[in-house]
């Protein structure tokens, strides 16, 4: 499987994201307990990579798996990061609407590229840090908010708080994605018994984090596995499946791939976003929306883009040899 259909198909699951989870509320609010949701799309992805590594050793009896806690444990710390990562998702679709939510997902691009050099030593070219630059000026303009013959109280069309949230959610997702991309490239195990490893404590982390939400509440609406499925909704298990589903693409992509190519594929899901969201929620479109699409667009290029397509290098010309002879005669004479 090449790694353009899966970051094809992971674009198409993150532009549905988050406006499934907007369709999942009712009246601005979710009717159900969001934080079963990503203990759900866990144990998804856990059972799903459990029947795929049983497979795969009937298939291949061989398949290598490292069973030292020393290596199991290193699984713990992506499980944390994406425990507060996917709860602060929901968070964020609280303060700002879907467009702006897949806008602000691709300052991801930004960290990752700084996690990269700091933690995996990979260097980028100039060209490459012009781009991710190139794309932080286009999703803030993006987030701009114009004026129009109404005085506007602030820039911003959401407030501060989403913003915020945004940032940290990006933030939290880039460290996440390098640290798991160090765990898959670390040695020659099956993503799958990876995957087995990294998605069971995310439902033991998941699953202690609903237990905590109990004891805060003195267990008032009773243990969370008593109302597990209370206001779920078709919409909600759509949201269930399609972060599952795009958790198993991301652990492809790091084995595979690397994590530019999966945050540039999730920020394409910007634009199909945009377009849903102006059938799906009356979304009207601004200018600076436009401009800062597009900026974003010219950032994809620039990145992925062989250096000889951005540059018009003037290829070099061979003088012919009647042409040498003319030259040689001419300083010929000019010496004599």
Known sequence: MQWYFVAA???????????????????????????????????????????????????LPSTRMTTEWKSV???????????????????TLTYVDTST??????????????????FLRRKLSNLRWMAIVLLAIGTTTSQIKGCGEAS???????????????????????????????LMKKNNDSLYWQNVQLYTFG??????????????????????????FNGYSLTTWMVILNLGSTGLLVSWLMKYADNIVKVYSTSMA???TTVISVYLFSFKPTLQLFLGIIVCMMSLHMYFAPPNMLVDMPSPTKAAPENLKEISVERKTDTS
């Open 9 to 59: 198909l992971l674009t198409i699951l993150t532009s549905s994201q988050g406006i499934l989870t907007t369709l999942s509320q009712s009246n601005g609010h979710y009717t159900y307990d969001y934080g079963t949701v990503p203990f759900l799309a866990e144990l998804f992805k856990l059972v799903v990579s459990s029947l795929l590594l049983w497979r795969e050793r009937r298939v």
């Open 73 to 91: 444990r290193l699984f713990v710390i992506p499980s944390v990061i994406y425990l507060f990562h996917n709860n602060v998702q929901f968070a």
């Open 101 to 118: 939510y897949q806008i602000m997902g691709n300052l991801k691009i930004v960290t990752t590229g700084i996690l990269f050099r700091i």
């Open 152 to 182: 506007c109280d602030s820039l911003f069309s959401a407030p501060i708080q989403g913003y915020m949230l945004g940032i940290l959610s990006a933030c939290l997702s880039a460290l996440a994605g390098v640290y798991t991309e160090f």
């Open 203 to 228: 439902v033991i982390f998941n699953m202690a984090r609903l237990l905590v939400d109990d004891f805060r509440s003195g267990f008032e609406r009773g243990p969370w596995w008593s109302r597990i």
């Open 270 to 272: 910007m634009l199909l």
